[in-house]
């Protein structure tokens, strides 16, 4: 059974910094490309940021790029998306996910974490 469990979130001020994580179990991680996707309320669920299996490529949405930086240590089975300058707009559950290809597209992705809250406050 896959499980992957987000934690980090929480609630800071505009310009602040959070590092959510994103742990792994059940499936074979470092054959996974794994993705960050976030949903705020009344919104579709949007791509972040993606990462590929050995985590020498990245992509992100025009919206973070400069802001959030994804990274992966497959010996533990985790991902992690540090979010730096923080903005109201970032407002989200942040959901992790693996995903067969790096596309930043729900459709495309293969599991679903349960999602963790990060509230930036002006």
């Known amino acids: 059974q896959v499980e992957m469990v987000e934690s980090g979130g929480g609630s800071v001020q505009a310009g602040g910094s959070l590092r959510l994580s994103c742990t792994a179990s059940?499936?074979?991680?470092?054959?996974?490309?794994m993705a960050w996707f976030r949903q705020a309320p009344g919104k579709e669920r949007e791509g972040v940021s993606c990462?590929?299996?050995?985590?020498?490529?990245?992509y992100y949405a025009d919206s973070v790029k400069g802001r959030f930086a994804i990274s992966r240590d497959n010996a533990k089975n985790t991902m992690y998306l540090q979010l730096d300058s923080l903005k109201p707009e970032d407002t989200a559950i942040y959901y992790c996910?693996?995903?067969?290809?790096?596309?930043?597209?729900?459709?495309?992705?293969?599991?679903w974490g349960q999602g963790t809250q990060v509230t930036v406050s002006s």
């Open positions: 059940g499936l074979t991680f470092d054959g996974y490309r």
């Open positions: 990462i590929n299996a050995g985590g020498n490529g990245h």
């Open positions: 996910a693996a995903t067969s290809g790096c596309t930043l597209m729900p459709k495309d992705v293969n599991y």
